[in-house]
């Protein structure tokens, strides 16, 4: 997974970056936990995202929101970090043009943030929540919800409450042409510290699923 440097809003964005095996990849980003709550790209579960989606044959990137290790500028509060995440989407997409599907992954904050870049890319068609603070930070702009995903949580999360993202998903639900799917993880904290497993096998049966070629969800 070598070490990359693109061109963001305010300066050099750092990030890891796996090309796709083949010219018409399909591309994936995963979206780091809060930068003030020393939320980076290696972080545990992001980097496990990045992995399940580099075995399956993405061109994969995760990379630091401004003012993170080698990345230029300083946090934004939101923001900026949507810029950041644009214009990373924007860097991956310049090797790969013809990418078959994009999907969006994200961690706490990162998954706020790729929710909100998920409402501005027509192209992403798939999406991955995990721990989305919904009682922390304002959803309402998915309305509509422009692709199916799923959203996940812990079951003991005091910081993204189980109870806020299940009235989430009962909003997205409401909605028509896509499906959401939920999974809660029991026991699990924000972090997901002894349930790792658990959590990336929920992400797996997931993507087992969608990318069936017979999969009823495209």
């Not at 950041?84 to 924007?90: F, I, K, V, Y």
């Not at 599907?101 to 994200?106: F, H, K, L, Q």
């Not at 806020?164 to 999974?183: E, G, N, S």
Request: aromatic share 10%; glycine share 8%; hydrophobic share 40%.
């Amino acid at each position: 997974m070598p070490e990359v440097i693109f061109p963001g809003p305010e300066g050099r964005l750092e990030g890891r970056f796996n090309p796709g095996p083949k010219p018409r990849a399909p591309v994936a980003m995963i979206l780091h936990p809060h930068p003030q709550a020393m939320g980076t790209m290696n972080n545990r579960i992001v980097m496990e995202l990045y992995k399940t989606f580099q075995r399956r044959g993405f061109a994969t990137l995760r990379f630091n929101f401004r003012g993170v290790g080698k990345s230029q500028g300083t946090f934004d509060n939101g923001i900026g970090e949507l810029s950041d995440a644009a214009s990373a989407l924007d860097w991956v997409q310049s090797f790969h043009p013809e990418a078959s599907t994009t999907w969006i992954a994200g961690v706490s904050f990162g998954a706020w943030i790729g929710m909100q870049l998920l409402m501005r890319r027509p192209e992403i068609r798939g999406f991955i929540s995990v721990a989305p603070p919904a009682n922390l930070y304002d959803f309402t702009f998915l309305a509509p919800c422009p692709a199916s995903g799923i959203l996940i949580a812990g079951e003991n999360d005091e910081v993204a409450t189980p109870v806020a993202i299940q009235k989430l998903v009962d909003k997205l639900r409401t909605q028509r042409h896509i499906t959401i799917h939920h999974d809660t993880i029991p026991k699990a904290n924000h972090f997901f510290e002894h349930e790792t497993p658990e959590l990336m096998a929920s992400v797996d049966k997931y993507l087992d699923m969608r990318l069936d070629p017979n999969s009823p969800i495209r």
